[in-house]
């Protein structure tokens, strides 16, 4: 974890450098300013800057991985991931709702009204599902 943190951290340093050019240059075009792009490059390295941060402060409080040892082979990181669940409908709901929700931008803000409480649904019966029915764990 520790060099996927400089990744991003290096990537980020690229992304403001290229931000700060990018709105010089087109402040200084004769045709205005372009803040879009200038806002999205931005906004791209706090993304990045937020990555890096928490990759560097996850890699001091857990184990070095595989990753972080330049003399690993690819088989050392092999083993069990983590629990996934086999089979959930609440990835469909998500992406439903969500749908719902976006096209509410596009055509009226009153489409939220029905694409929230599909989300809403979606994200308990996700969070919770292995707390009711036959998957119960005791």
Known sequence: MKEQGKIFGGFAVFILIMAVVYGLWTTHSSHGTEAAGT?????????CAFIGYYLAFTARRVDSGAGDNPEAEVADDAGEVGFFAPHSWQPLA????GAIAFLGVIFGWWLLWWGLPIILIGLYGWVFEFYRGEDQNQ
């Open 39 to 47: 806002t999205a490059l931005f906004l791209a390295f706090g993304l």
């Open 94 to 97: 998500l992406a439903v709702g």
